[in-house]
């Protein structure tokens, strides 16, 4: 008897498993067929330390990136999921088409597009400089000789380069800008070089700090960011005519307004095309 009723044990219990099991696989299956059949949600990484283009507030990623991307997204038809990865790991993840797109002020260059696709220009900047009030730095050609802090992987890095030397031994390279203005906070470097938006952005914001920004159009170019594709992405037309009808309709214009305060030179980012 207790043979028996073990074995009967054991045979509802088997067969809850296999319906556990099989009720999983509906669950997964199912799942799998919803994502296929809408194919209409993107994964977008960026490097939430960037602000005001891209950082956290409490755990959700803002900034006027996000806002862009989002509009962009939308008018070509699509649902964006944002996920903030960390700087180096956004250009693996578009490489490797792990991700659909890239917005994270990421410039656009002759070195870049060999790997990745671009969209038409989305924003206008160039490379200033970040120091001291006290300072007497005003100049790029005044850099030289002196210890300046950088984002590893930016244009600010290639443009500190191209001023003292690619393997200076002073020029430091930080994971994020954030970690550059520290550095000179403390005193470790004499000046910072990124986006002109990033540094006069830290500047307004934190008046206490004492900084200032230092313009060399000279040393340092017009740059243009741009959305970022795998390369060959069929994506990429459809957001070129997404953010020119963003252009069009007066949505641009109204997130650039609200995080920068001024209105966008539309006709130079159209020029660019």
């Known amino acids: 008897m207790l043979k028996k009723v073990s074995f009967l044990m054991f045979a509802m219990l088997s067969l809850l498993l296999i319906l556990t099991g099989c009720g999983k696989d509906k669950e997964v299956s199912t799942a799998g067929k919803e994502e296929e059949s809408d194919g209409k949600t993107l994964r977008i990484v960026t490097d939430a330390n960037y602000a005001p283009f891209e950082f956290l507030e409490g755990d959700k990623v ?3 990136d996000i806002d862009f991307i989002t509009a962009v997204a939308k008018e070509a038809g699509y649902e964006p999921k944002v ?8 250009f693996v993840e578009i490489e490797s088409k792990r991700a659909d797109v890239a917005v994270s002020a990421i410039t656009v260059n002759d070195e870049r597009k060999q790997t990745y696709d671009f969209s038409v220009p989305y924003f206008l900047s160039t490379n200033k400089i970040l120091v001291p009030e006290k300072s007497d730095i005003k100049s790029g050609n005044e850099l030289k000789g002196k210890v300046i802090a950088v984002q590893t992987g930016t244009t600010g890095q290639a443009a500190v380069e191209k001023l003292l030397g690619k393997n200076n031994k002073n020029i430091k390279k930080f994971e994020n800008n954030n970690l550059a203005i520290q550095e000179l906070l403390k005193g470790g ?9 990033v540094v006069e952005e830290y500047v307004k ?4 700090q004492k900084l200032k920004v230092v313009e060399d159009s000279k040393a340092f170019k017009e740059e243009f960011y741009g959305l970022m594709f795998p390369k060959g992405s069929e994506l990429k037309p459809e957001f070129d005519k997404a953010v020119n009808a963003v252009y069009e309709n007066g949505k641009y214009a109204e997130i650039y307004k609200e995080w920068f305060g001024t209105d966008p030179d539309l ?3 159209k020029a660019q095309q």
């Open 62 to 64: 803002v900034g006027f």
């Open 83 to 90: 996920e903030s990865i960390g700087w180096d790991p956004i």
């Open 205 to 208: 914001n934190n008046p206490d």
């Open 189 to 197: 470097a004499a000046a910072v070089v990124a986006d002109n938006t």
């Open 267 to 269: 006709e130079t980012l």
